[in-house]
């Protein structure tokens, strides 16, 4: 994952390859999943560009709530998100930390009937990533 968060403006870019997602029972399921269900090869990443709807000072160190809101990017969908972190203000560097829910349906993710019941309708999302301070 790659991103920015402007400290001042409250405003971040995220931007994730999909094949980097994590988390399937085997690897052709995997394979499966990124090749004919997200179609990497049209739509390889996913984005998530917003601001934080919380105020927070970053030059504080500690561990803060906050809703990060703005339009997350999947299969070519975007669609307006709130999502819940943490964030951990720490002397060098900031660390992220989400767990949240994806519709696959909202992004317009089709799973044939045939492995229906092997894929979640919702994907459940973890995140820690740590940011270095500049």
């Known amino acids: 994952m ?5 400290q ?13 997602l994590k988390g399937f029972n085997s690897k052709l399921q995997q394979e499966h999943f990124y090749e004919n269900y997200l179609e990497t090869d049209k739509f390889p990443y996913i984005r998530f560009m917003g601001k ?3 105020h927070i000072d970053f030059s ?7 809703r990060a809101k703005g339009i ?3 299969h070519g969908i975007e669609k307006e998100e709130i999502i819940k972190a943490t964030i951990v203000i720490g002397k060098d560097k900031l660390r992220i930390r989400s767990d949240f829910q994806i519709s696959l349906e909202d992004y317009n993710i089709k799973i044939p009937h045939v492995v229906f019941q092997k894929i979640a309708e919702e994907i459940s999302v973890s995140i820690d990533v740590s940011l270095i301070k500049e």
């Open 2 to 6: 790659k991103g920015i968060l402007d």
């Open 8 to 20: 001042e403006k409250r405003t971040f870019v995220f931007r994730l390859k999909v094949t980097s």
């Open 52 to 54: 934080l709807v919380e």
């Open 60 to 66: 504080q160190m500690g561990e803060f709530p906050v």
């Open 72 to 74: 997350f990017s999947i």
